[in-house]
């Protein structure tokens, strides 16, 4: 796809997603204003509704039309997960900041040392069905490994992309760090994935990117002070998060997930402002991970 077309297409869904339902003659007087339009040409009917089936080819995003209104985003599209409500706002945001150029030192991101080349070869490895050559250099061994691996998904976590892949050598996927891959190619072997994989259903029961079989979910209980309370009830820790009971010094929270390390070091972040209530072994956990942490400074 051209680059051209595409800003195009992020244009479009971008706008009308803000504006819509939005006229197509309004589009074109917006199209003409817009920074991206170097050469001021029109919107033209049979332009835009190329653009609109290519939009839905290629991210499967329906753009709808309602008589007299004009065009909206069919919010039925985005029912299928939250991947792609993820992928609008990403579009959006990156509409914005296209049209925002020459504020560039003003507008300050979170960088992903994930190596975003590598998306690419595993999305045309999902899409064609194939497998992925990969030579991968782990934190924890001394020297990179060879191996071919079938992707089942992408996981984007605390500023990484992660794989979530089956080794050859594996009865089961496992987790590879995009940062840490070193050569990725396509492979000739056909891709072997379970049919009834579901990605959102694989890490419904973890927090993060660890999917530890071996601990099993249960119920957590937390505390949490007022003012983080606050910021938990605005962006929750986890879909199963509840409210158990809450007065003016705090808030108990309930989850139901694997406490893998990733939930623990993700509790422990936020210091004093949270306590674990329950389980009893999750709250030793805790405890005597602060306390190895007090040995530290003494």
Not at 65 to 72: E, I, K, M, Q, V
Request: charged share 30%.
């Amino acid at each position: 796809m051209a680059q051209h077309y595409f800003n195009r297409y992020i244009w479009l869904i971008s706008t009308i997603k803000t504006n819509g339902p939005i006229t197509l003659k309004e589009l074109d007087r917006k199209w003409k204003e817009s920074p991206l339009n170097e050469t001021r040409d029109n919107l033209y009917e049979r332009t835009f509704h190329n653009h609109r089936m290519a939009i839905e080819e290629t991210f499967g995003i329906k753009i709808s039309y309602t008589r007299p209104d004009g065009y909206y985003i069919d919010t039925d599209s985005l029912e299928d997960g939250s991947f792609r409500e993820w992928m609008l706002d990403c579009l959006q945001v990156n509409n914005l900041l296209e049209e925002s150029s020459g504020l560039h030192d003003k507008i300050l991101l979170e960088s992903i040392p994930s190596s975003g080349k590598w998306l690419n070869v595993i999305i045309e490895a999902i899409k064609s069905k194939r497998a992925l050559e990969m030579t991968y250099k782990s934190f924890f061994k001394d020297f990179p490994s060879s191996l071919t691996v079938h992707p089942y998904c992408l996981k984007l976590f605390k500023q990484r992309w992660y794989l979530l892949a089956r080794s050859e050598d594996w009865k089961t996927p496992r987790i590879y760090s995009l940062d840490r891959i070193q050569e990725l190619s396509l492979s000739k072997t056909k891709l072997q994935v379970p049919e009834r994989f579901k990605a959102e259903e694989y890490f419904s029961q973890y927090f993060g990117i660890i999917a530890d079989k071996d601990i099993k979910p249960c119920f957590i209980e937390i505390w949490a002070d007022s003012t983080q309370a606050k910021y938990f009830k605005s962006l929750p820790l986890h879909n199963s998060q509840t409210i158990k009971e809450e007065d003016e010094n705090g808030t108990v929270f309930q989850y139901y997930l694997a406490p893998t390390y990733d939930f623990k070091q993700e509790i422990l972040r936020y210091g004093s402002g949270v306590k674990v209530l329950s389980p009893k072994e999750f709250l030793e956990e805790i405890k005597t991970e602060i306390e190895n942490m007090a040995q530290l400074y003494k």
